[in-house]
């Protein structure tokens, strides 16, 4: 689940199904992939460690190296 962006520079997901640990998630993701992603935690204590903020404030081409990146790490990840 993603919220709509609302014209801001990133999207705030929901990850729920993956993970009940952002903070450790988002480190996952910055070891494995490369890609830095923000933990939800650090906006919302309380269910906040379920959503993860993606920023898409980049070149073109660095965000589809970021996509890249994610979709690689979660296939591998199964």
């Known amino acids: 689940k993603i919220a709509p962006p609302d014209g801001a520079f990133y999207i705030y997901a929901d990850v ?5 640990d952002s903070r450790a998630f988002a480190a996952e993701i910055l070891e494995k992939a490369g ?10 204590p ?3 460690a379920r959503s993860l903020r993606f920023s898409y404030a980049r070149a073109t081409a660095d965000i589809a190296e970021g996509l890249a990146r994610l ?3 979660m296939a591998a990840r199964g």
């Not at 890609?35 to 919302?44: H, K, Q």
């Open 35 to 44: 890609v830095a992603v923000t933990p939800g935690l650090d906006f919302d």
């Open 71 to 73: 979709r690689a790490f």
């Open 46 to 48: 309380h269910r906040g």
């Open 16 to 20: 729920s199904e993956l993970t009940e």
